[in-house]
């Protein structure tokens, strides 16, 4: 039974360490965080329940770093710097050896990204965390998703659909070789935050957004809110290897266009902007690919090889839209 003693011992324990960046982490009512002037403070919090977010029998190391990083990927988002971590915890029980493999993959990351964990909250109860995330960017230069418009270039970060062509072969979609799996199933658990790629945009994007939920519900979150419409060029989409293989079906297409969890960043910029991106994704090591255009109007359309508009089944991830 979770006793008062065993939770403030499971704290001690698994989610206490120093707080290099806060004027007072882990252990008090309150965390203190001190703010730099001239900054605005960027806050974002992600729930993952179990069943829904990560499949039950998830490895918890790679748990932890998943909480993490996609906290960290709306950091990247926004084009700001994450200092200050929170972590609610909700778990059955106390099984220490979980716990210890949770924090490793949540502490590697944070070490990382130089972020502190300065606070949570334990419970128990069903497998489900939250985590909030704190950081700074310049005011008013933060990347919003509003500011696209007519004639700007879309771009992406890195390849898309390896994520959603795992989770697709565990739900029985398609079938993925066992390798193959093996490797997508890795950017599921373990994506890589784009952090440094977001602060390099501030200035040169005009709209960003993370993929969590699918390339083109994500990409028409941009286009609502900036009160325009975009056309994607299929055959630009990077993919991988593997990815490459399932293009060519439907099942495997629907997955890398309009399944989540790649976490890579898709952004607007004007078409003056393509050699300081291209330099940038040198620079950095992260391909940056143009896969279409904003437009005036609303939605977006996909565009096969010979312009013709093509259809894809899925419009993304929406915890409460009616199954399909
Ligand atoms: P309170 O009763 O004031 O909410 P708690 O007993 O919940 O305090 O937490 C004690 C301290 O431990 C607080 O500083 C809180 O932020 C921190 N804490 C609790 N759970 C976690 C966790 N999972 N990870 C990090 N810090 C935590
Ligand atoms: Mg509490």
Redesign the pocket.
């Known amino acids: 039974m979770t006793t008062l003693s065993s ?2 011992d499971l ?1 001690a324990r698994h ?2 360490r120093p707080a290099a960046n806060a004027v007072l982490g ?4 309150c ?1 203190l965080v001190d703010i730099t002037n001239g900054m605005d403070l960027a806050v974002s919090t992600d729930t993952m329940v179990s069943g829904t977010h990560f499949f039950p029998d998830v490895d918890p190391e790679n748990l932890g770093h998943k909480a993490l990083a996609v906290n960290l990927s709306d950091m990247a988002a926004m084009g700001a710097m994450p200092y200050w971590a ?4 909700t778990v059955p029980s106390v099984d220490h050896e979980w716990l210890a493999a949770f924090a490793k993959g949540f502490f590697d990351l944070a070490t990382e990204f130089n972020v502190s ?1 300065i ?4 419970t128990r109860g069903p497998l489900a965390l939250t985590v909030t995330i704190m950081g700074e960017v310049p005011a008013g230069a933060a990347l919003r998703r509003s500011g696209a418009k007519a004639g700007h270039d879309v771009w992406v970060s890195g390849n898309i659909g390896d994520a959603a062509l795992a989770v697709a072969h565990r739900n029985g979609k398609l079938v993925l070789a066992e390798s193959d799996y093996h490797e997508a199933v890795m950017r599921l658990y373990e994506p890589t935050p784009r952090v440094g790629l977001g602060q390099g945009l501030r200035g040169i994007a005009t709209a960003a957004i993370d993929i969590s939920d699918g390339l083109l519900a994500d990409l028409g979150h941009i286009c609502r809110l900036s009160g325009v419409g975009a056309t994607v060029d299929l055959a630009s989409i990077p993919v991988s290897s593997i990815g490459a293989k399932h293009f060519g079906s439907d099942a495997g297409r629907n997955a890398i266009m309009a399944g989540g969890d790649d976490y890579e960043l898709c952004f607007t910029a004007a078409s003056n902007s393509r050699e300081s991106i291209t330099e940038m994704a040198e620079g950095l090591g992260i391909p940056l690919t143009r896969i279409g255009q904003i437009k005036r109007g609303k939605g977006v359309s996909l565009l096969g090889p010979d312009g013709k508009a093509v259809k894809i089944d899925g419009r993304g991830y929406d915890h409460f839209s009616a199954p399909a």
């Open positions: 939770e403030f704290i989610f206490t882990v252990g008090d009512d965390a929170m972590l609610a915890l964990l606070g949570g909250d334990t």
